[in-house]
């Protein structure tokens, strides 16, 4: 596993506190878009720095071809990918890796809010470059 900076760390733990608040008043359930609503709240009032459903461009051979919505960006750095599905699978996985590296960050999380203890719905994604 890769070291990251430790504001990176800082980062992520911030947002996982508040995922877990989310997740201990709401419970599984709920459309990611709720999931969404509450999240912008959370870190709204703890300060937390994040914009949402912002777009980041894809290029390819040098060209803009497409672009990617990101769910959450907090502090301009870490990429939020909220998720309401059975199980957190590769293909989200692979899909959170390509918000990093169409946008140069470093640390993604996937936060599913449907399990019964969000602890088990956390998963890191790291970009090595």
Known sequence: MLDLPQYL????????????????????????????????EELSARNIEFERQIRIPVHYRGKCIAEHRLDLLVAGEVV???????????????????YLKAGAFQLGLILNFNTAVLRDGIRRVVSSG
């Open 9 to 40: 760390n800082d980062i992520s733990g911030a947002v996982i506190g508040a995922a877990i608040q989310v997740h201990s008043v709401l419970g599984p359930g709920f459309l990611e878009s709720i999931y969404e609503l509450a999240m912008v």
């Open 80 to 98: 939020i990918e909220l998720k309401a599905v059975s199980a957190i699978t590769e293909a989200h996985a692979a899909q959170t890796m390509s």
